[in-house]
Nanobody
Framework: QVQLVESGGGLVQAGGSLRLSCATS????????MGWFRQAPGKEREFVAG????????FYANSVKGRFTISRDSTKNTVHLQMNILKPEDTAVYYC???????????????????WGQGTQVTVSA
């Protein structure tokens, strides 16, 4: 069973930064693609960023491109989402997701991912 533990959410002013982390097992980390999704109240869960199991490919939603960076830390079996220049519209619960092994799908649809973290709240004040 894949376990994902998220951390790093919080309250920040517009223009500020936060870094989310998603820790998992070494086995999962070494062969699973990882993604970040978010869900605001009253809205559907949407794709934010994804990274291939090898770490060689990254994917971003247009709304976060140039502001967010997804990365893998093999020393800690952790995937990070660095969020800069945050906007009030980035406010949502952020979820880490994993799929594999050796997933090679589109990354953009939540239903493509079979394992999910518990979510972490990110609130950006104006």
């Amino acid at each position: 069973q894949v376990q994902l533990v998220e951390s790093g959410g919080g309250l920040v002013q517009a223009g500020g930064s936060l870094r989310l982390s998603c820790a998992t097992s070494r086995r999962t980390f070494s062969s699973y693609a990882m993604g970040w999704f978010r869900q605001a109240p009253g809205k559907e869960r949407e794709f934010v960023a994804g990274i291939s199991w090898s770490g060689t490919r990254t994917f971003y939603a247009n709304s976060v491109k140039g502001r967010f960076t997804i990365s893998r830390d093999s020393t800690k079996n952790t995937v990070h989402l660095q969020m800069n220049i945050l906007k009030p519209e980035d406010t949502a619960v952020y979820y880490c997701a994993a799929e594999g092994p050796y997933y090679s799908g589109t990354y953009y649809h939540p239903q493509e991912f079979g394992s999910w973290g518990q979510g972490t709240q990110v609130t950006v004040s104006a």
